[in-house]
């Protein structure tokens, strides 16, 4: 694309701690272990399940694993996409550098600003989940126990990205452990059989059911593509990636994987094992597990629960720290932003990125309660919104230069991008149109920034870099 630049040709880099001159690296010291533990993490299986699952119960009842199911079927495209497009262009920047170096600057803003919804919005949708799952042991206010939770997450977040991995990593195994334990109670409490599945009932508190229509999917498709949403936080790590051409496309295809094991096997067991219609379309997965074991095995999965929160926190911020650090390297901002936000301290950790994203994620928890399912409403516009973006940029993908260039290539190229952005474009028509408004809104006010102050300083404002692949 003509407005698109590349490194050879980048201006003079964001200012750094120690005043190099040298555009800022991050250093490669993940293996495809270490970046899948940490893109799981963010992906926080159990918090998904436990916090945004009984959101989909409520509205979809025994519909809620198809929901997950077809979501699904969705991000396997969405993933081959990553883990090409990421492959070509290892970049901190994630999806806009991606799509900014295939598509053009002004579409990479675009997908930029959706992005910045979502790392934004999650971490503290997460975070305020939190309360409710320590209640065994204490009871502390929702939008505290969220604060709290994001604050501890912003301090881990300035620490080594190696020992995150392994702090990530210890908290993920408990969180799996608890999403075992949920499946095999489900399982062994059966009540129904595996056709319950795909039965579309809901009930009332009173017992009185009611069919879900195949449409409720489709509005509600948002938040299912939201569940599994974080795979492609192996996009933001790979510039810390070792041989990120091979091990990008792994992190993230292993991740996707796990992701929907972890997450849609509980579902399919809670769904069988509710004791009735009410209770599951009530969603209150901690009362259910402790009806069926106990409350010291319900108090052990709401701590591991709690653990999982904490565990996505840390990733959340971690990685989102990662899209500001790469925004001010490529001076999306006025000079001191860039500067401030391209500013690394001594464990090579983007200090001041990280701080804020941290602190306006623990304000945000303070929300009212009321506004707090519009938050999640906006992000899944958002989500879809960007990987529609992102598969446009998979069709740009095999063009000129990048047509030969060493990456993973995805199959069915470019049958499945195709598929995408007609399905993603009529989901955005269907979901809710509050949301539809509030991020259009957003993204319309952007684009005025990118009329008025980026575009006219094109030689020197938003100009995408990507840090060279040493292994290319």
């Known amino acids: 694309m003509t407005d698109t630049l590349h490194p050879q040709v980048a201006p003079a880099p ?65 993933a081959f996409c990553y883990s090409e497009l990421g492959t070509l262009i290892p970049s901190a920047g994630g999806e806009y550098a991606m799509v900014g170096t295939l598509a053009g600057r002004f579409a990479g803003w675009l997908v930029f600003i959706q992005s910045l919804i979502v790392v934004m919005i999650v971490p503290a949708i997460i975070a305020m989940g ?52 949920v499946s095999v109670l489900g399982f062994a409490h059966a009540e129904r059989g595996v056709g319950s599945l795909v039965e579309g009932l809901t009930a009332d508190e009173s017992g009185a059911t009611s069919s879900v229509g195949f449409a409720a999917i489709l509005v509600a498709m948002g938040t299912a593509l939201f569940v599994t949403q974080g795979f492609s936080t192996a996009i933001y790590l790979s510039e810390e990636l070792e041989n990120p051409r091979k091990n990008v496309a792994r992190t993230v295809l292993w991740t996707l994987a796990l992701a929907v094991a972890i997450i849609l096997i509980p579902v399919a067991a809670l769904t069988i094992g509710a004791p009735d219609l009410a209770t599951l379309t009530g969603g209150n997965i901690s009362e259910m597990v402790t009806a069926w074991s106990g409350s010291t095995v319900g108090t052990f999965i709401s701590l591991c629960i709690a653990l999982a929160i904490i565990n996505a926190g840390i990733v959340m911020v971690i990685q989102n720290s990662r899209v500001l650090f790469a925004s001010g390297r490529d001076k999306a901002w006025p000079e001191p932003v860039n500067r401030a936000f391209g500013t690394l301290n001594r464990f090579n950790a983007p200090w001041i990125s990280t701080l804020a994203v941290g602190i306006p994620g623990a304000a945000l928890c303070f929300v009212p309660e009321d506004q707090q399912s519009m938050l999640t409403s906006i992000t899944g516009v958002a989500v879809a919104a960007l990987y529609l973006l992102v598969a446009v940029a998979a069709l740009f993908s095999r063009r000129g230069a990048r047509k030969d260039a060493p990456a993973w290539r995805q199959p069915l190229w470019p049958a499945l991008p195709i598929l995408l952005i007609v399905v993603l474009g009529y989901v955005l028509t269907q979901l809710d149109p509050v949301a539809l408004a509030w991020t259009g809104g957003i993204t319309v006010v952007s684009a005025l920034y990118w009329v008025f102050y980026l575009r006219p300083r094109q030689a020197t404002r938003w100009v995408i870099t990507i840090p060279e692949d040493d292994e290319a």
């Not at 010291?29 to 533990?37: A, F, N």
């Not at 126990?145 to 881990?156: K, P």
């Open 14 to 78: 964001v200012g750094d701690a120690t005043g190099s001159g040298a555009p800022k690296k991050l250093a490669r010291s993940l293996g495809v272990v270490g970046g899948t533990l940490l893109t799981l993490s963010c992906v926080t299986p159990a918090s998904s399940l436990f916090v945004i699952v009984p959101d989909l119960f409520n509205s979809l009842g025994s519909y809620t694993a198809l929901a997950i199911a077809i979501g699904s079927l969705l991000c396997i495209a969405v």
């Open 130 to 181: 939190t309360a409710e799952y320590l209640a065994p042991i204490v009871d502390i206010d929702p939008s505290l126990a969220g604060a709290l939770v994001m604050i501890a997450a912003t301090v881990a977040g300035l620490l080594d990205l190696r020992a995150n991995a392994w702090i990530t990593g210890i908290f993920l195994v408990l969180e799996v452990v608890a999403c075992a334990v």
